[in-house]
Every structure is written in structure tokens, then in C-alpha cells.
């Protein structure tokens, strides 16, 4: 590049220069040879003309006198006398004899006179054979013996010619040393021109490099030495300029290092795109939740990476950034919002979003943030089975207790053995609503902070024995096959004796309740590793492993088809608080359709867990 800009400019001016001097030694050259050849012809045909009248004159003389002596020689000498010049000269008789001439052998030799009728006396390019060259030949009449005779003088221009050469040879050699001399000055001025502008590109180079200290000489006084000023007066500017923009980069950045941070620890996603909805921003929840990165996503049209659908009819819904963009307002997403991830996954979130605005209140852009409510939609969904179970629960007890209390109230005569069997369905569905609201109850106790656990040394063979007793009557309903395995000697147990019944009672009542007909149940009891495992078996109908992590949860109920087991679904999130109390463990193995095994681990020696302390006491520590 640098290389090209010097050839070019130095180049042209010394190619433009020394044209100039070859046009002008040219031009001038060729008005000299112009001239010079005018002149010299001149000179030749005055020559010719004198000469011709020098040797008329003789001849005429010569004619009265009979003495041609004198014109004899006069023929002679003219040839002689001027530098060669005058290459013959001759008296030609009217007939074309020659009477005499410079050279004896052509006397009575004859010239055809044929072209004197053109009336000329001057002939150029006339060949004189005898000379072997060209020339010009001059005639003159003259008048002798009464008649017209001719003087002939032939004129060579050989002269002119060797003299027009000498002085395109002098035009040359001087027009050579005026072309170098050229040659020079025009080296000198581009040189002059050059360098300064060599120097300004390095600069400019080196400037453009990084180096914004350089600066180059500006001690001339011309315009290259202004030009020079200028330029070290931009690259002050400059620096300037960059050190402000270094300062604001720093700050920008750090502004962004803080907003990244701030964004990062964010627990929602959050998107922000510009008024054509391209992604400017997109934090790690958002590449969590749409399994996208943020590096890919960057710039491209937000629709392409955020897809929500509506939760029940799965059709796309206009994303909150298009509404905003239209009403120029804050916006929120409807509640069956669902996001559709990268994978096609669904995910139902939260959403909202925000106009951003210049200072001046124009939108430019929007800021979508979004989480992911599946927790909250599950417990929503729990809930309100719960609700539905619940009152289920209660309601069948409840109504067969009316129907019986009214029968009974409304025949007082009825036979005795009928009201017993009627009051003894009473009982047993009042009992069956008491366990329920039990349940309840246990459920509430258990809340954090409401736990009241008590230390007991606890006999497990003789809870176990008693939940079973309790439970025969059910397991016999259903030809169920109670069974136990206890060692002999089983060490008591540190707990709450009450909660680790209810643990056992749920757990087997369970293994009765899932165990279609003729099955079994098993209860063994056994100690390892200091601590005491009892595992509940049974060969029922076994859960799905999908449910599996999901079974301890508050409310929750595997969903069977065509089944009707009744229950709340907050048996086994009892069992688990409780067991977590104790600083133990429970496990499940499940094989569909061929049966459960819950087992739980109780340390001997329990350390209760710490009681978690209320909000109050929480926010004063
Ligand atoms: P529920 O009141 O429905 O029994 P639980 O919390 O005790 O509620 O149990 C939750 C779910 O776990 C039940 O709905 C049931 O489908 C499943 N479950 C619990 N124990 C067993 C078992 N022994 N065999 C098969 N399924 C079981």
C-alpha cells in the first residue's frame, strides 16, 4: 500500500517532467530544422541565381568579344567556389547543345529542354546523373548570337542537408542533457513532494496500529508543513477522544459485568430484545428453561427461540413482547401460559414484560421476564384434587350416616335387631370419618413448627403387633395373609412412639389397601448397622416408576383407571415427615403388578431433628 502510494505520485511527476522537456526540445528541434532549411534554401537558390548571372554575363561578353577563356573558367571556379554547393554549371544552345560547361566531357552532349515549358528556373529534386545525387537545378536565359541560350546552374542539397543533420545532432545531444536535467529537478520536486506524504501514511499507519503518542516533523513552512500541523493536531484529538471512549468502555463494562451478575443470580429467565425483536440479552434461566445459549441466540428474532403455547388447546399464543410493542405497556401472559423449549419440551411459566425507553419515553426495545411455574401448577393441581378427594371422603361416610339416622328416626317401630345393624354402619362410618379428619389433623401437627415430638423408649415388636391386630379384620375382608418376621431380641427404639405407629399403620394399611385379594403382606423388623430396618412388603399392584419420586408428596394419588381406592394421598407424606423427624429414611422398590416394598431406617439412638423455628424466631437470629 505504502509502496504503491510512492511509486505512483513519485513516478507520475517525473514521467509528467520529463515529457515536458522531450516536448519542448521536440517541438523546438523541429521549428529550428523548419527554419534552418528555409534559410539554407535560400541562401542555395540566391547562390544560384548570382552564379547564373555571373556566368550570363561573362558568356554575353564573351560572345562579342570571341573570348570564352573567361567563361571557360568562371564554369570551373563556380563549382569549386562555394563549399560544393553548386555541384555544375552549364551554356546550353536553343537546340539542348551543351556549348559549355564546368566539366569538359559534356560539351556537345544535349539536354532535353522539354521541361522549360513549365516556365520555371528553379527545378527542385532534379537528379543530376553525372553527380549521382539530387538537387535543384537553375536556368537563366540569356541572349547570344540574336537567339536564347540557357545558363544552367545545378544546385546540390547535400550542404543543407549535412548542416540540418549537425543541428538535429546538437538539438539531440543538448535536448539529452536537457531531458536529464529534468530528469533531476523532477526527481528532486517528487521527492520533495513524496516524502512528506510517506512520512504522514507511516504515521497514520502507526497511529492506526495503536500508538496514538506518534507524531511526525512539521518544521516546514509550506503547505506540506501545514498539513503536517493538521495532522499532529488530529492524532491530540484523537487521543483524546480514544482515552474519553476508554474511560466509558470501562464503565460500560462494568455497568454490564454488574447487570450480567445481578441478571445471573436472578431466579427468573429473562429476554430482552430490541425494537425489531432480535435478542439483545438472555440470562442463564432463560438457556435453562429454552435450551438455548446465550451465544447462540444473540441477535436473532426472538419468535425463532420463545415459543408459548396455551396449556389446554397446545395452540401458539402471541408472546407478550408483540403486545407490548403494540400498547406500549407492561403486559402479562395469561395463566395456561407454556413454553415450548428448544427440544419441544413443555415447560409452564410466568410471564410478563416491560417496554424499555430512551429518555425521552420512546420504546426501544422490550424485557420479557419468565419462570417456570410447574411447582406451583402441580400444587394447584394437588390442591384441588385434594379438595375434591377430601370432600369425596367426607361426603360418602356423611351420606350413609343421614340415610341411616333418618330411617331409624323415622320408624320407631323398627325391629330391634335392624336398628343395631343400622347404628353399628353408623359407628363404623362415623369411624372412618374420624380417621379421615384424623389424618387431617396429623397432617397440620406436623407442619414445620408445629411438631411437638416426644422421647419414648419405644417396644417396635408390640406397635407392630398392635397395628396388625387393628388391621386383621381388614386383611381377612380381603383374604389377605398378615405376616410377620421379628427377631427375638429387638432393642427398643428412642422415638415417639404414637408417630412411629402411625408410620407402620400407614404402611401396611397401604399394602392392604393396593394388595388385590389372596394376596400377601409382610412386616419384618431387623437391625443393621445401628439401626433398625422394618420393611413393609406386599404382592399388590405395584407403582409406576414415574410416580415413584412423587409418592411422598403431600396430595398426591397414582392416578389408576378404572380402580376405585379410596384416599387422601397424604398418608405417605406423613410417614416421610415423621421418619425425617426421627433422622432416618424410607426407601420404595416397586414392580407393577407383582408387588411394593417400603423400607424404613431408624437410627437406635434418634437425634431428633432440630424443631425449625418460626418465622418470628428465624428473623430475629
Ligand atoms: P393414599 O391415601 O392414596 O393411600 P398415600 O400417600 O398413602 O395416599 O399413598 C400415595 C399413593 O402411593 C397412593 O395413591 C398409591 O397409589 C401409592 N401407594 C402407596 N402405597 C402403595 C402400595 N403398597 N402399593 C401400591 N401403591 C401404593
Request: glycine residues 6%.
Amino acid at each position: 500500500m505504502e509502496v504503491g502510494v510512492k511509486v505512483s505520485i513519485f513516478h507520475k511527476i517525473m514521467l509528467y517532467a520529463v515529457l515536458l522537456v522531450i516536448a519542448t526540445v521536440g517541438i523546438s528541434t523541429y521549428m529550428a530544422v523548419e527554419t534552418e532549411t528555409a534559410v539554407l534554401t535560400n541562401k542555395l537558390i540566391l547562390l544560384g541565381k548570382r552564379t547564373a548571372k555571373d556566368i550570363a554575363f561573362a558568356a554575353e561578353k564573351a560572345f562579342s568579344s570571341s573570348n570564352w577563356v573567361f567563361v571557360e573558367e568562371l564554369l570551373t571556379e563556380s563549382v569549386w567556389r562555394e563549399r560544393g554547393e553548386v555541384i555544375c554549371s552549364r551554356i546550353v544552345k536553343p537546340d539542348g547543345t551543351i556549348f559549355m560547361a564546368n566539366d569538359k566531357s559534356f560539351y556537345g552532349d544535349t539536354v532535353d529542354l522539354s521541361f522549360l515549358a513549365e516556365q520555371s528556373t528553379v527545378l527542385p529534386d532534379y537528379f543530376f546523373p553525372e553527380q549521382k545525387e539530387y538537387g535543384t537545378l537553375l536556368v537563366r536565359s540569356v541572349a547570344i548570337d540574336n537567339e536564347q541560350w540557357y545558363v544552367m546552374v545545378g544546385l546540390s542539397s547535400k550542404p543543407i542537408k549535412a548542416t540540418i543533420r549537425r543541428l538535429i545532432l546538437h538539438d539531440v545531444i543538448s535536448g539529452s542533457f536537457a531531458v536529464l536535467l529534468g530528469a533531476v529537478v523532477s526527481f528532486l520536486l517528487a521527492q520533495s513532494i513524496c516524502k512528506p506524504i510517506i512520512g504522514l501514511t507511516k504515521a497514520a499507519k502507526i497511529i492506526s496500529d495503536g500508538n496514538l503518542e506518534h507524531r511526525v516533523v512539521a518544521n516546514r513552512k509550506d503547505e506540506v508543513g501545514e498539513l503536517a500541523r493538521t495532522f499532529n493536531d488530529m492524532a491530540v484529538k484523537l487521543r483524546e477522544s480514544y482515552a474519553h471512549l476508554e474511560e466509558k468502555v470501562e464503565e460500560l463494562a462494568t455497568e454490564k459485568e454488574l447487570l450480567s451478575i445481578t441478571l445471573g443470580g436472578m431466579s427468573e429467565g429473562i429476554i430482552a430484545v430490541d425494537i425489531n425483536k432480535r435478542i439483545i440479552l438472555f440470562n442463564i434461566v432463560a438457556e435453562n428453561l429454552t435450551g438455548w445459549k446465550s451465544a447462540e441466540v444473540e441477535g436473532k428474532a426472538v419468535d425463532k427461540v420463545f415459543r408459548i403455547v396455551d396449556e389446554k388447546t397446545k395452540e401458539f399464543i402471541e408472546s407478550p413482547i408483540d403486545e407490548v410493542l403494540q400498547s406500549g405497556k407492561t403486559e402479562r401472559g395469561t395463566e395456561y401460559d407454556t413454553l415450548i423449549s428448544r427440544k419441544g419440551t413443555e415447560c409452564p411459566i410466568a410471564v410478563s414484560a416491560a417496554p424499555i425507553r430512551k429518555s425521552e419515553g420512546a420504546v426501544v426495545g422490550v424485557v420479557m421476564v419468565f419462570r417456570d411455574v410447574s411447582h406451583e401448577r402441580e400444587v394447584d393441581r394437588l390442591k384441588i384434587d385434594f379438595t375434591s378427594s377430601v370432600s369425596h371422603e367426607l361426603r360418602t361416610p356423611l351420606t350413609s350416616i343421614k340415610a341411616y339416622t333418618a330411617t331409624i328416626l323415622r320408624d320407631p317401630n323398627m325391629p330391634e335387631e335392624t336398628r343395631r345393624q343400622f347404628l353399628a354402619i353408623i359407628d363404623e362410618e362415623s369411624n372412618r370419618l374420624a380417621a379421615l379428619i384424623e389424618d387431617l389433623l396429623e397432617v397440620s401437627r406436623i407442619e414445620p413448627g408445629a411438631a411437638k415430638m416426644r422421647r419414648e423408649t419405644v417396644d417396635v415388636a408390640a406397635v407392630i403387633e398392635k397395628v396388625l391386630l387393628n388391621l386383621t379384620p381388614l386383611a381377612q375382608k380381603k383374604n389377605i395373609q398378615l405376616r410377620k418376621d421379628i427377631g427375638d431380641e429387638l432393642p427398643t427404639l428412642q422415638a415417639d412412639e404414637g408417630k412411629i405407629e402411625s408410620v407402620v399403620m400407614n404402611l401396611v394399611n397401604n399394602a392392604i389397601k393396593f394388595t388385590p385379594e389372596h394376596g400377601h403382606v409382610a412386616i419384618c423388623v431387623e437391625v443393621t448397622d445401628g439401626e433398625m430396618v422394618i420393611r413393609v412388603s406386599d404382592t399388590g399392584m405395584g407403582i409406576p416408576k414415574e410416580a415413584l419420586s412423587k409418592i411422598f408428596d403431600r396430595f398426591y394419588r397414582v392416578d389408576r383407571p378404572g380402580k376405585q381406592i379410596q384416599g387422601t394421598g397424604l398418608g405417605l407424606s406423613i410417614v416421610n415427615k415423621i421418619v425425617t423427624m426421627h433422622n432416618g429414611r424410607i426407601e420404595v422398590e416397586s414392580e407393577m403388578d407383582q408387588g411394593t416394598t417400603f423400607t424404613v431406617f431408624l437410627p437406635l439412638t434418634v437425634k431428633f431433628m432440630p424443631e425449625v423455628p418460626s418465622a418470628k424466631e428465624a428473623c430475629t437470629k
